[in-house]
């Protein structure tokens, strides 16, 4: 854990939180900040900024909760956003996955997807490139 890190604090107890769930990898709370009713974040208790940063165990766990807290929340219909970096809109330096319950079009995360057409011969390049490098 990162001694200046809120969520590290907050997974040790120093900062209060309102904790849905915790394990020995796992970490669950509700957001303070809230975009609807339920919105909860789920973190590796494994300290990392981006994704990877964090080894594949630390991870194993993550997904299996959010589909519980999901579950728990009564959420027909939720978004769940982890974002790496500040480009990406990263505020906290410790990985985190939000669950964002969507009630209606006015509450939940809103997201605007500026889709463009694409080249197939240069998707399938890049498809080739990345499955090199995997």
């Given at each position: 854990?990162a001694?200046?890190?809120?969520?590290?604090?907050?997974?040790k107890?120093?900062?209060?939180?309102?904790?849905?769930?915790?394990?020995?990898?796992?970490?669950a709370?509700?957001?303070?900040?809230?975009?609807?009713?339920?919105?909860?974040?789920?973190?590796?208790?494994h300290?990392g900024?981006l994704?990877?940063d964090i080894?594949?165990?630390?991870?194993?766990?993550?997904?299996?909760?959010v589909?519980k807290?999901?579950?728990?929340?009564g959420?027909?219909?939720?978004?769940?956003?982890?974002?790496?970096?500040?480009?990406?809109?990263?505020?906290?330096?410790?990985?985190?996955?939000?669950?964002?319950?969507?009630p209606?079009?006015a509450?939940?995360?809103?997201?605007?997807?500026?889709?463009?057409?694409?080249?197939?011969?240069?998707?399938?390049?890049?498809?080739?490139?990345?499955?090199?490098?995997?």
């Amino acid at each position: 854990m990162a001694a200046a890190c809120i969520f590290c604090k907050i997974i040790k107890g120093e900062i209060p939180s309102f904790k849905l769930f915790e394990s020995d990898a796992v970490f669950a709370f509700l957001d303070i900040q809230p975009l609807s009713r339920g919105h909860a974040l789920v973190i590796p208790k494994h300290h990392g900024a981006l994704l990877t940063d964090i080894p594949d165990g630390a991870l194993a766990e993550i997904l299996p909760v959010v589909k519980k807290l999901a579950q728990a929340t009564g959420a027909a219909e939720y978004n769940v956003l982890q974002n790496n970096g500040r480009l990406a809109h990263q505020v906290v330096d410790h990985v985190h996955f939000h669950l964002i319950p969507k009630p209606n079009a006015a509450e939940g995360l809103g997201i605007v997807w500026p889709a463009t057409e694409s080249d197939k011969d240069a998707l399938r390049r890049l498809g080739d490139e990345i499955r090199a490098k995997m």
